[in-house]
């Protein structure tokens, strides 16, 4: 991963503004008529102690960032229900061919439901909150802006 220039990410938030963001807010408007407030998210934030026991629980030397949307309701107050919004899902990832210099080719997503589940390339024994598990519950905003 290179640097980015301010100027580009600059851009690159404008180009997202006018292409997804907004015709993504006037359907999810259409969806969900009895939140007229609702806007699609622009941005989402994690702490680094929570990206660290991502990691760590998994025993990762990688992480996955998957698309998603919310599927279902997140929260009692419709104003900071993330229901319908786009979001990003924190998934650790293992190369175990080439653990100190890890590649997107060899990296397996360490989601699992059961032990049974495991990947037969890992030896992952955690017992951390994150154990096979993803994070989708990052603090985005719009709803909760700073």
Known sequence: MEPVSSAAIMK????YERTFR??????LKKKFPARPWIQEVESAWISKKELLALL?????????IHYGCHHESTHKDPKLDYHGLH???LVAT??????DN??????????????KDEHPMSTL???GAYTGKGGDLIPLCPPNCP
């Open 12 to 15: 690159m938030k404008e180009e």
């Open 22 to 27: 907004k015709s993504s807010t006037e359907n």
């Open 56 to 64: 760590e629980d998994n025993k990762a030397n990688g992480l996955r």
């Open 87 to 89: 979001n990003v899902i």
């Open 94 to 99: 293992l190369d175990s061919v080439n653990p």
């Open 102 to 115: 890890p590649t997107m080719q060899n990296s397996v997503d360490q989601l699992k439901d059961t032990a």
């Open 125 to 127: 024994q955690t017992t």
